[in-house]
């Protein structure tokens, strides 16, 4: 997995993690787990030296609780008391709404990390061992209103009555969640980053050269066929476009429903012609505009879709997701 790349887990450290924010990529890497539980790879082979981490076991189950299962699950070392050992997770997401807000999932995996350092990490008779866990979510399908985001859930006191100050370790856990946008945020190189690897357009060669110059990220072997085969990002693409085509034709619709609504009101009588006519106007306009809008889009999209060579049952899942369609009715158009 991409997120896995040393190199890629740093930059996401460094504009994530308070504890790292001071800290360079390359220090931020030295940190990030020890060779124990790195990839290892052919060294015969230089183009295969990648840094990929290997991780902590990415499984966790509980009796009578279900299995979790994390995308990329390391830690950083512990040499100072600045850097403290903590735990991570790194999730990638492309449905920023699953039927369910994200931020619970976060928590739940935090807490579920936390309760597998039992016995590994502290014991019952020392919970000042318990080390604090980051749940970091990379949303590459924000909705508008989060796009080119990112923001920290943590743990904070309040003070109810009075002021206690004893306690100076309670900063036990963090959910992250960096919401990509359709436009690049070019002033923070985390996002700019990650909109480079998951969203923009350019080609491979292009991305290498950003990676590469920008972010000094040497893009091997394994990194660049993903890159390659991101067709899930693709499709989620190719999904925000055509919900912007859909919004668009229906604005048209709203438009030419409005200004038909006022002509054949203002020949009945100004107030009660303007009412009646932009009722019917808007209804009748959007209408016709939604469904010609539809129509051309649908075709439009079938289209684009063969000729980036998309397997019938890619296309199938696409149409069905955006216009609400039977698969077979989506069959019957192809």
């Known amino acids: 997995m991409i997120l896995a790349d040393k190199s890629i887990l740093a930059w996401i450290l460094k504009y994530t993690a308070k504890e790292f924010e001071e800290s360079s990529i390359d220090e931020i890497k ?8 790195i990839c290892s790879v052919n060294a015969l082979n230089k183009d295969d030296d990648i840094t990929a981490i290997a991780g902590m076991n990415t499984e966790s189950s509980i009796p009578k609780e279900g299995k979790v299962y994390f995308d990329v699950r390391f830690f950083t070392k512990e040499s100072n008391p600045k850097y403290r050992k903590m735990l991570f997770d790194i999730e990638a997401q492309n449905d920023f709404k699953p039927g369910y807000d994200l ?3 976060g928590i739940f995996y935090c807490a579920r990390m936390i309760s597998m350092e039992l016995d590994t990490e502290f014991k019952t008779d020392n919970y000042n061992n318990l080390k604090k866990v980051y749940s970091i979510w990379v949303c590459t399908d924000a909705p508008e209103y989060a796009e080119n985001t990112i923001t920290e859930y943590s743990i904070a006191p309040r003070d109810i009555y009075g002021g206690l100050k004893m306690h100076k370790k309670y900063d036990y856990m963090s959910v992250v969640l960096i919401c990509l946008g359709e436009e690049q945020a070019k002033n923070n190189k985390l996002l700019s980053l990650l ?3 998951f969203i923009s357009e350019l080609s491979v060669d292009e991305k290498e050269d950003i990676l ?3 972010y000094n990220i040497k893009m091997h072997r ?9 067709a899930g990002f693709g499709a989620m693409v190719m999904r925000r476009s055509l919900k912007k085509g859909m919004e668009q034709g229906w604005a048209i619709g709203m438009e030419k429903g409005i200004q038909e609504g006022i002509e054949k009101g203002m020949e009945k009588g100004i107030q009660e012609g303007m009412q009646k006519g932009m009722e019917k106007g808007m209804e009748k306009g959007m209408e016709k505009g939604e469904a010609d809008e539809r129509n051309r889009n649908l075709n439009n999209t079938i289209s684009t879709m063969k000729k980036n060579n998309m397997s019938k049952s890619e296309i199938v ?3 069905v997701g955006v216009y609400n369609l039977s698969e077979e009715e989506v069959l019957a158009l192809l």
């Open 30 to 37: 030295q940190y990030i787990e020890d060779s124990a539980h």
């Open 103 to 105: 931020l619970p999932r």
């Open 195 to 197: 909109h480079t690897i």
């Open 212 to 214: 590469e110059n920008e």
């Open 222 to 230: 394994k990194i660049r066929k993903e890159i390659e085969s991101m």
């Open 317 to 319: 899942k696409v149409i």
